[in-house]
């Protein structure tokens, strides 16, 4: 019996409450004061959205704010529920409408309206198809592709002719076989090494041996129990296996030898590389602060250093943006400490004169001369926006494409003033004294740089490093640089 049979057959003076209203069970659990049922629990005259659009009927705005009830599934979490009797009848759909959803549940092979929408013939078309196309398969040759009216056998599906050609291959592989099996493989050797009525007998049941993928097999495959070479000529051949054997390890062991040598000259190279940069005088370190890790951080702290770790710049920068409370809180430099403090354009020159001519060595360069490429070209950017605001008032007309051509420009001055810098890197080499090695990546680890994440410390720390790497060679390069300086003072 229906739950509507059963709620008409309630008489109007009897006062129990109507089945279809009552829910089936307790709820699970309450959102904000709105039950929440477990599946089949809830009221059963409530109905799901989905439920009361299949009905034709749409849930009103006051129902989606205001569910009466929900309930709990796997995949969907809580699921709202409302009364259809408050929901409103769906407008009847248009007739065009009504045309293009039928044609999309029409097959278009058999012409038939499908229950689902249809991408291309329906399920029947299709099996219909595919019975027909195996049909075809079937009474066409393999070989030749000839098309007959009876199917061909079954076992080889060729026609007399293919069938033919086919065995003729088959003796053929066999054949080769027989001999390749039973005839020593040594070079020039022809000794009857077995019978070929067994190979043939034990072919029969190893068919799989002649297909084509099998050539390569060791020589326990091809004929168990039979040496593929006659004793002579299986001494000849592990006398020459061993030879090449030994010239391989040869070859391994000097370039073993070869690529340690490269490796420990590499490494003499980096001492003397970094003993030497200590005491050249054209050498400076620089590091930068910045606002981010991202390809638009600006620089807000910057350093240079000279070899013997003298402070030849310090200053912090305004970014002209805010500094991001997670970078702040790395290098502790806030937006409120950039109050009043220079930009980049108004130290550009300065550190234009420091770096000229010298050696400019940085921590990961790569990331620094980014974040100097970056504020280079906004520099010359803001030069060439006044240069285009100039010619706006001269002429009273602005300029096509002004912002294509400044930034285009802009970025050719930043390049020319980086190509006229030299700058090194330290943390590779660093890292490759260090050697940490990962397998992961296929090569040492970068080490980190413990300077305190401001920028003359890093610098420090950058001279440290290159003290660490350079012990070796110190005494020596010192004992050169002080003798160099002596001559000088001869000469003068």
Same mark, same amino acid.
């Given at each position: 019996?229906?739950?509507?049979?059963?709620?008409?057959?309630?008489?109007?003076?009897?006062?129990?409450? @109507?089945?279809?209203?009552?829910?089936?069970?307790?709820?699970?659990?309450?959102?904000?004061?709105?039950?929440?049922?477990?599946?089949?629990?809830?009221?059963?005259?409530?109905?799901?959205?989905?439920?009361?659009? +299949?009905?034709?009927?749409?849930?009103?705005?006051?129902?989606?704010?205001?569910?009466?009830?929900?309930?709990?599934?796997?995949?969907?979490? @809580?699921?709202?529920?409302?009364?259809?009797?408050?929901?409103?009848?769906?407008?009847?759909?248009?007739? +065009?409408?009504?045309?293009?959803?039928?044609?999309?549940?029409?097959?278009?092979?058999?012409?038939?309206?499908?229950?689902?929408?249809?991408?291309?013939?329906?399920?029947?078309?299709?099996?219909?198809?595919?019975?027909?196309?195996?049909?075809?398969?079937?009474?066409?040759?393999?070989?030749?592709?000839?098309?007959?009216?009876?199917?061909?056998?079954?076992?080889?599906?060729?026609?007399?002719?293919?069938?033919?050609?086919?065995?003729?291959?088959?003796?053929?592989?066999?054949?080769?076989?027989?001999?390749?099996?039973?005839?020593?493989?040594?070079?020039?050797?022809?000794?009857?090494?077995?019978?070929?009525?067994?190979?043939?007998?034990?072919?029969?049941?190893?068919?799989?041996?002649?297909?084509?993928?099998?050539?390569?097999?060791?020589?326990?495959?091809?004929?168990?129990?039979?040496?593929?070479?006659?004793?002579?000529?299986?001494?000849?051949?592990?006398?020459?296996?061993?030879?090449?054997? /030994? &010239?391989?390890?040869?070859?391994? &062991?000097?370039?073993?030898? &070869?690529?340690?040598?490269?490796?420990?000259?590499?490494?003499?190279?980096?001492?003397?590389?970094?003993?030497?940069?200590?005491?050249?005088?054209?050498?400076?370190?620089?590091?930068?602060?910045?606002?981010?890790? @991202?390809?638009? /951080?600006?620089?807000?702290?910057?350093?240079?250093?000279?070899?013997?770790?003298?402070?030849?710049?310090?200053?912090?920068?305004?970014?002209?943006?805010?500094?991001?409370?997670?970078?702040?809180?790395?290098?502790?430099?806030?937006?409120?400490?950039?109050?009043?403090?220079?930009?980049?354009?108004?130290?550009?020159?300065?550190?234009?004169?420091?770096?000229?001519?010298?050696?400019?060595?940085?921590?990961?360069?790569?990331?620094?001369?980014?974040?100097?490429?970056? &504020?280079?070209?906004?520099?010359?950017?803001?030069?060439?926006?006044?240069?285009?605001?100039?010619?706006?008032?001269?002429?009273?007309?602005?300029?096509?494409?002004?912002?294509?051509?400044?930034?285009?420009? /802009?970025?050719?001055?930043? +390049?020319?003033?980086?190509?006229?810098?030299?700058?090194? @890197?330290?943390?590779?080499?660093?890292?490759?004294?260090?050697?940490?090695?990962?397998?992961?990546?296929?090569?040492?680890?970068?080490?980190?740089?413990?300077?305190?994440?401001?920028?003359?410390?890093?610098?420090?720390?950058?001279?440290?490093?290159?003290?660490?790497?350079?012990?070796?060679?110190?005494?020596?390069?010192?004992?050169?640089?002080?003798?160099?300086?002596?001559?000088?003072?001869?000469?003068?």
């Amino acid at each position: 019996m229906s739950t509507t049979t059963a709620t008409e057959q309630i008489p109007s003076s009897r006062t129990e409450a @109507d089945p279809a209203r009552v829910a089936k069970g307790k709820p699970l659990d309450h959102t904000a004061g709105v039950p929440v049922y477990s599946w089949g629990q809830a009221p059963p005259y409530l109905r799901t959205k989905t439920q009361l659009v +299949a009905d034709r009927l749409n849930v009103t705005e006051e129902q989606e704010a205001a569910p009466l009830a929900y309930v709990r599934t796997r995949d969907y979490g @809580d699921v709202p529920l409302h009364d259809p009797a408050a929901a409103e009848k769906m407008r009847p759909l248009p007739s +065009a409408t009504k045309a293009k959803m039928l044609a999309r549940r029409t097959c278009p092979e058999c012409g038939k309206v499908r229950q689902a929408i249809l991408r291309g013939p329906c399920s029947a078309c299709r099996e219909r198809a595919e019975k027909e196309r195996q049909r075809l398969l079937a009474r066409t040759c393999a070989g030749c592709s000839t098309v007959r009216e009876r199917p061909y056998p079954k076992e080889h599906r060729r026609c007399a002719g293919c069938r033919q050609e086919q065995l003729e291959k088959k003796r053929t592989r066999v054949e080769a076989w027989l001999v390749e099996v039973t005839v020593c493989a040594g070079d020039g050797c022809t000794k009857r090494r077995g019978s070929k009525k067994a190979a043939r007998a034990y072919l029969k049941e190893h068919d799989w041996l002649l297909r084509p993928e099998r050539t390569d097999l060791p020589d326990s495959m091809w004929w168990p129990g039979w040496a593929r070479r006659c004793p002579p000529c299986k001494t000849a051949y592990d006398a020459e296996q061993e030879r090449r054997q /030994a &010239e391989n390890q040869t070859r391994y &062991e000097r370039e073993e030898k &070869e690529r340690r040598e490269a490796e420990a000259r590499a490494a003499d190279e980096r001492k003397r590389w970094a003993a030497a940069a200590l005491v050249d005088s054209d050498v400076l370190v620089l590091d930068t602060e910045t606002t981010g890790l @991202d390809e638009d /951080a600006r620089i807000v702290e910057l350093a240079v250093l000279n070899s013997r770790g003298e402070v030849l710049l310090d200053t912090l920068l305004d970014p002209g943006v805010p500094v991001p409370d997670d970078a702040a809180a790395i290098h502790g430099i806030t937006t409120e400490a950039l109050s009043g403090a220079r930009t980049f354009s108004d130290v550009l020159v300065q550190l234009t004169g420091l770096l000229d001519g010298k050696r400019c060595l940085i921590y990961n360069k790569w990331y620094d001369v980014a974040r100097l490429r970056h &504020e280079l070209t906004l520099h010359y950017l803001d030069r060439a926006a006044r240069e285009a605001a100039e010619e706006t008032v001269s002429t009273g007309t602005v300029p096509e494409d002004v912002r294509e051509r400044s930034l285009s420009w /802009a970025r050719e001055q930043a +390049a020319a003033w980086l190509d006229a810098m030299t700058f090194e @890197d330290v943390m590779t080499p660093y890292s490759d004294w260090v050697g940490d090695w990962s397998e992961y990546h296929g090569n040492n680890r970068w080490q980190p740089l413990n300077g305190g994440h401001r920028a003359a410390g890093d610098c420090r720390a950058v001279l440290d490093c290159l003290r660490s790497m350079g012990r070796d060679y110190a005494h020596e390069y010192a004992t050169a640089a002080a003798g160099a300086g002596a001559m000088s003072e001869g000469v003068n």
